[in-house]
């Protein structure tokens, strides 16, 4: 099967430009809650990076997207979706784990 086809109906997932890869790919609260253990969060390279570029590196969003070869709109979604699961993982002290989707290209665009 072809790069980027699912096995559903829908668009060609395109290719994602990461420039760092996370060195810890996966974290968890020194003391766990003794309360019934939730499922770990996880985050992807695409999320982690939009996450990175935007509110570590300082960038715009428009700015970020081109580095990552994606539209803002995109770059959007991913670093909405890391605020949130970055802000679950703080609220309910759950495990996050950094995780490739299969679809990131290394750049050293930097």
């Not at 766990?32 to 939009?50: D, G, H, K, L, N």
């Not at 770059?75 to 949130?84: E, N, P, V």
């Amino acid at each position: 099967m072809p790069f980027g086809w699912g096995r559903g109906r829908g668009r060609r997932r395109k290719r994602r430009m990461i420039g760092f890869l996370p060195q810890v790919r996966h974290f968890y609260p020194a003391i766990p809650p003794v309360s019934i253990r939730q499922p770990p969060i996880i985050m992807t390279y695409e999320e982690f990076e939009a996450l990175r570029l935007v509110d570590y590196e300082g960038l715009t969003q428009e700015e970020a997207g081109k580095r990552m070869g994606v539209s803002r709109g995109t770059l959007w979604r991913a670093l909405t979706s890391a605020r949130k699961k970055v802000a679950q993982m703080l609220v309910e002290g759950r495990e996050l784990i950094i995780l490739p989707q299969g679809n990131e290209v290394v750049s050293d665009e930097e």
